[in-house]
């Protein structure tokens, strides 16, 4: 069974969220939250599996709650479900730590899906988002001071969640190439990993 936390300002989406949650036989709503700060509270009470959490929400964000969740040690996974796909909140949200973006207009099929793969620790992304991303990673951009061309494309590619076959594979060069740009990466940006990669990329300006 999957426990579920929902946190949605409007209580219309969080009671169509629950009546489909709940009709299937491996989910089950423990709780909702109204804002971000709610949402922390509720996960730290309930312990959830998965948060479906809405990216913004009076009284606290979702970014926000995403970070303080992880800084207090939280293990539910966070889905975003939000009707915003701008390049720069999915970013905010993979960077805090978010396992999965959906946006609200998604089929019912699909959520139940990317609450499952999120459950399973896996990494989802909408079909539009994960594919404006990918675009965007791989067209050509101009050298930014202190990365090289081809270090951006990776690092757009690695923030955009693809994994270094993915990024060889988008960009025509090899896996070793890709983890050695990433290394490269790593010192230059003063990072240990991926994810403190993107996190410090982002802050610095590089994927705005």
Do not use: C, W
């Amino acid at each position: 069974m999957i426990r579920l936390l929902l946190a949605d300002d409007h209580p219309v989406v969080r009671d169509g969220l629950r009546g489909m949650f709940d009709s299937v036989e491996d989910m089950e709503v423990v709780g909702e939250a109204s804002d971000g700060e709610q949402a922390v509270l509720q996960a730290i009470a309930v312990r959830p599996d998965v948060v479906v959490m809405d990216l913004r929400m009076p009284g606290g964000g979702g970014v926000d709650a995403i970070r303080e969740l992880r800084r207090r040690g939280v293990a539910a996974r966070v889905l975003v479900l939000t009707t915003f796909d701008e390049d720069a909140d999915v970013l905010d949200a993979v960077a805090a730590g978010a396992t999965g973006y959906l946006l609200k207009d998604a089929p019912g099929d699909e959520l139940l899906r990317a609450v499952r793969s999120a459950h399973r620790g896996e990494a989802v992304l909408s079909p539009a988002v994960a594919s404006r991303l990918m675009t965007r990673a791989a067209s050509p951009a101009p050298a930014t001071p202190g990365l090289s061309k081809r270090e951006l494309e990776v690092l757009r590619l690695v923030a955009a969640g693809a994994t270094n076959r993915e990024a060889a594979k988008t960009l025509f060069i090899s896996e070793t190439t890709v983890k050695t740009h990433l290394l490269h990466l790593f010192e230059k940006l003063g990072v240990r990993d991926r994810a403190s990669a993107v996190d410090a990329a982002h802050r610095a300006g590089l994927l705005s």
